[in-house]
């Protein structure tokens, strides 16, 4: 894979600045003797230098000085405070990217000099094992080669899409916040056989790897998910009489309600930043 050939540099050295760090480093995008990190906080510098072999620091402007693409991997609400520590020393050379949930690119760009080429991107936390989910969005400046540059960084460490930025909310609230709904429906089915004379540890064995198989056939085989679902689906046979409660419980209402809610609270979100900064 040919290099980026950029230095990158994250205000912020925690988990998901590690993941990326490491998988662009892995698959020769970046070398690390090209990327820094920086944190005020010493044990995050330490864990992001021995996961990535990667240099950090503890000043947000050491970052942006040696940067060309600036990534903030900061709490959302530290973005304000980050931006002006950093805006003086900003160039019109730079790429920023924001992982920061409910942070729209605009909030950045008001915030930068001149007319600085923000991306937006919502990674969720599969992207720490390299299975990452990625939606990817332009700011007004941004331009179709920083789109292209993002995409490849973040291919690294999973799948990514590009999609309009009204759009990231519902992203936050599907596969942002995706896996802890997979979690809770993983732990509802151990729960259950559990209940029906099933040891924990075999219940959990079994889920998991019924999980895995499942996500695994379904991104394999090209067939859609609704022709999968009839394949295991015996008339008058154990599965039916399963996904037959399902239904009647109002399955799929429930879900359309819990992404409508974690997509409602996302943009919630960023309004209250907003509000809070202006």
């Given at each position: 894979m040919d290099e980026v050939k950029k230095r990158?540099?994250?205000?912020g050295a925690g988990n998901m600045a590690r993941a990326i760090a490491g998988g662009v480093v892995r698959a020769g995008l970046?070398?690390?003797?090209?990327?820094?990190?920086?944190?005020?906080?010493?044990?995050?510098?330490?864990g992001f230098t021995r996961a990535?072999?990667?240099?950090?620091?503890?000043?947000?402007?050491?970052?942006t000085q040696f940067a060309d693409i600036?990534?903030?991997a900061v709490k959302p609400f530290h973005v304000a405070d980050v931006c002006a520590e950093i805006a003086e020393l900003t160039r019109?050379?730079?790429?920023?990217?924001?992982?920061?949930?409910?942070?729209?690119s605009s909030f950045i760009?008001?915030?930068l000099r001149g007319t600085p080429r923000v991306i937006r991107v919502m990674p969720n936390t599969p992207a720490l094992i390299g299975c990452g989910a990625t939606a990817i969005s332009a700011g007004r400046y941004a331009t179709a080669?920083?789109?292209?540059?993002?995409?490849?960084?973040?291919?690294?460490i999973g799948i990514t899409v590009v999609l309009e930025e009204d759009l990231l909310d519902v992203v936050t609230g599907l596969s942002g916040s995706g896996p802890a709904y997979v979690f809770y429906f993983a732990e509802c089915l151990i729960q259950a056989a559990q209940k029906l004379g099933l040891p924990e540890d075999a219940a959990t064995k079994l889920v998991l790897q019924t999980l895995y198989g499942a996500s695994k056939m379904a991104l394999e085989s090209g067939k859609p998910l609704s022709e999968l679902r009839q394949a295991v689906t015996t008339k008058g046979g154990t599965t039916e009489a399963g996904l037959r409660v399902l239904s009647e419980g109002g399955f799929s209402?429930?879900?359309?309600?819990?992404?409508?809610?974690?997509?409602?609270?996302?943009?919630?979100l960023s309004g209250e930043t907003e509000a809070t900064n202006r």
């Open positions: 990158i540099g994250f205000l970046v070398r690390a003797e090209d990327i820094v990190a920086s944190d005020v906080v010493l044990q995050q510098r330490e990535t072999n990667c240099r950090s620091v503890n000043t947000n402007r050491e970052v600036v990534i903030f019109t050379d730079q790429l920023f990217v924001s992982i920061c949930a409910g942070i729209r760009e008001k915030r080669d920083d789109i292209e540059t993002v995409r490849r960084l973040f291919d690294a209402t429930l879900v359309e309600k819990c992404v409508e809610a974690a997509t409602r609270r996302s943009r919630e």
